[in-house]
């Protein structure tokens, strides 16, 4: 009985947790940006505009539910569950403490990868059922985007399985108590950021919704709650490739002093800081240079790495 | 017949249930008549392979069916059949002219099937055959065996598997070139010597 209560307050704990930060993040990120471009942001709804979510949650839940006539009907309704189911189930792996996690699969970091791939369905599809040709523009994008980077971001993270020699997030934090692995793979982090920006689609790598070219791109049909679900989608995908970032390079939960829990929040808010921080700095590339950029320059250099760890691996006779 | 026991019950509900999807999605592609759709039904078959993976024990297998199959080859599928024209249309043929070479190889494709079931040394190996669904052993996760078993044991299918993939990759370049070759090949000879800048540069471009 115990043991069930644990196993249930730990899952009821980390939806809980992810629920509220990738929201609360929304409201940071607003205020962030404010702050870096020097305007005001949301100020006005409670203390500091921290309430801002909740008036924006009461008017996206009490919109219309509309579905264009000419749109694929099922198709436009399961495209944006997709996201959230695939990004959320990826936190099931993920661990957070020692003994805090939903289940530390064997393979986990293969399971976030393919669940990362389920994700660019939702864009893909969306886009498609939405019958309109900036939609379907923006999600060809998101697809040619999407695909081609999650081919350097798997590479870039076989480095880190590498030096652990396991898949298991459990045993790769572990592995880093002495040194973390952002020191040795930091040619893999640089890969792995970049490849997490534009997975999670975000300025400066938004092309798959570039405003200035596609209105909103794939959901530009999308209204009310189903236009939330793609949104909370990007987020939680921030806060996923955060707690991704902070597991595998900067030693999950080690950390003098605080207890291992506190680290690792602590970690993943600076991480998603300095997602915001590029989001409030930097503009946004051509799509052609995007592509060039990938394919011409951050995949040799996630190869060499991998060949590089692996030369050192076994020099070191490992 | 003697009675199942709860967990047997279980278990071969379980294989119902993936056999189902697996197989009522297969149906469901050759059956849709709109081409969008029958790609979109290839995701249950493939997500049910990849609960089969899981069910024996074989998580690696799962995770790689998940991230080869649905993240990539079906989505590329999902990507080409959106990018042509009347994608949702529900008024093309049902069948065309390879109708009798496909169900040639897809019968072929049951022989090698069955034949590798039948001639695997299974006891040998230490399978319980006749148990296999309610116990399905110790999980496979090994991957550093995987990895060393592709590379030793089966290197030279591994490496014909390689060299048709790259001959699919060249073949697949040389498709998507030669559309774009096609005009000025068309032309008479004393048409692309003559003083057409344009052809010119673009001669010179290609070659």
């Known amino acids: 009985m115990n043991e069930l209560l644990r196993i249930l307050l730990t899952v009821v704990g980390v939806l809980l947790g992810v629920m509220t930060l990738a929201p609360g993040l929304i409201w940071g990120e607003r205020r962030l940006l404010a702050l870096w471009q020097d305007r005001c942001g949301p100020n006005r709804v409670g203390p500091f505009g921290s309430l801002q979510l909740?008036?924006?949650?009461?008017?996206?839940?009490?919109?219309?539910?509309?579905?264009?006539?000419?749109?694929?009907?099922?198709?436009?309704?399961?495209?944006?569950?997709?996201?959230?189911?695939?990004?959320?189930?990826?936190?099931?792996?993920?661990?957070?403490?020692?003994?805090?996690?939903?289940?530390?699969?064997?393979?986990?970091?293969?399971?976030?990868?393919?669940?990362?791939?389920?994700?660019?369905?939702?864009?893909?599809?969306?886009?498609?059922?939405?019958?309109?040709?900036?939609?379907?523009?923006?999600?060809?994008?998101?697809?040619?985007?999407?695909?081609?980077?999650?081919?350097?971001?798997?590479?870039?993270?076989?480095?880190?399985?590498?030096?652990?020699?396991?898949?298991?997030?459990?045993?790769?934090?572990?592995?880093?108590?002495?040194?973390?692995?952002?020191?040795?793979?930091?040619?893999?982090?640089?890969?792995?950021?970049?490849?997490?920006?534009?997975?999670?689609?975000?300025?400066?790598?938004?092309?798959?919704?570039?405003?200035?070219?596609?209105?909103?791109?794939?959901?530009?049909?999308?209204?009310?709650?189903?236009?939330?679900?793609?949104?909370?989608?990007?987020?939680?995908?921030?806060?996923?490739?955060?707690?991704?970032?902070?597991?595998?390079?900067?030693?999950?939960?080690?950390?003098?002093?605080?207890?291992?829990?506190?680290?690792?929040?602590?970690?993943?808010?600076?991480?998603?800081?300095?997602?915001?921080?590029?989001?409030?700095?930097?503009?946004?590339?051509?799509?052609?240079?995007?592509?060039?950029?990938?394919?011409?320059?951050?995949?040799?250099?996630?190869?060499?790495?991998?060949?590089?760890?692996?030369?050192?691996?076994?020099?070191?006779?490992? | 017949m003697e009675a199942m026991t709860t967990q047997e019950i279980v278990h071969y509900s379980i294989f119902a249930?993936?056999?189902?999807?697996?197989?009522?999605?297969?149906?469901?592609?050759?059956?849709?008549?709109?081409?969008?759709?029958?790609?979109?039904?290839?995701?249950?078959?493939?997500?049910?392979?990849?609960g089969f993976y899981l069910y024996l024990g074989a998580q690696f297998l799962a995770a790689i069916q998940v991230l080869i199959y649905i993240g990539a080859i079906l989505l590329l599928i999902v990507f080409a059949v959106t990018l042509t024209r009347n994608a949702a249309d529900t008024d093309e043929a049902q069948s065309n002219r390879f109708v009798i070479p496909v169900v040639l190889a897809a019968l072929l494709l049951v022989v090698a099937l069955v034949g590798a079931a039948v001639i695997t040394p299974w006891r040998e190996a230490g399978v319980d055959i006749d148990r296999l669904l309610l116990a399905p052993g110790v999980p496979v996760t090994d991957v550093s065996a995987v990895g060393l078993t592709l590379l030793q044991q089966y290197l030279l299918p591994f490496e014909i598997a390689s060299v048709l993939l790259l001959a699919a990759m060249i073949g697949a370049i040389v498709l998507a070139r030669k559309e774009r070759r096609a005009p000025d090949e068309a032309l008479p000879a004393e048409e692309i010597m003559a003083h057409d800048e344009r052809t010119e540069a673009y001669t010179e471009l290609t070659r």
């Open chain 1, 54 to 318: 909740v008036a924006d949650m009461i008017k996206i839940l009490t919109k219309e539910d509309w579905i264009p006539p000419f749109a694929d009907k099922p198709v436009f309704i399961i495209a944006p569950s997709i996201i959230v189911t695939a990004t959320l189930s990826s936190f099931a792996v993920v661990v957070f403490a020692p003994g805090i996690a939903v289940a530390d699969l064997n393979i986990g970091v293969l399971f976030f990868l393919a669940m990362s791939a389920m994700a660019v369905y939702s864009v893909a599809l969306g886009g498609w059922a939405s019958n309109n040709k900036y939609a379907l523009l923006g999600s060809i994008r998101a697809v040619g985007q999407m695909l081609s980077y999650e081919v350097f971001m798997a590479l870039s993270l076989m480095g880190v399985v590498a030096l652990s020699g396991s898949f298991s997030f459990g045993d790769i934090v572990e592995a880093q108590r002495d040194l973390w692995f952002c020191v040795p793979q930091c040619l893999g982090l640089a890969v792995f950021f970049i490849a997490a920006l534009a997975e999670t689609r975000r300025v400066p790598l938004d092309l798959p919704e570039a405003e200035s070219e596609l209105v909103a791109g794939y959901h530009t049909e999308y209204s009310g709650m189903k236009f939330a679900m793609f949104f909370l989608g990007e987020y939680i995908g921030v806060t996923l490739n955060a707690v991704i970032i902070v597991a595998l390079f900067f030693g999950g939960w080690h950390g003098p002093w605080l207890p291992p829990v506190v680290w690792f929040l602590l970690k993943t808010l600076a991480v998603i800081g300095l997602f915001v921080l590029i989001r409030a700095s930097l503009p946004r590339p051509r799509y052609d240079q995007l592509m060039e950029f990938g394919w011409k320059a951050l995949l040799p250099l996630a190869l060499l790495n991998l060949l590089a760890t692996g030369a050192i691996i076994l020099a070191r006779g490992g």
């Open chain 2, 17 to 50: 249930l993936l056999a189902l999807v697996t197989v009522g999605g297969a149906i469901k592609v050759a059956a849709s008549r709109s081409m969008i759709h029958a790609a979109f039904w290839l995701f249950p078959v493939f997500a049910g392979v990849a």
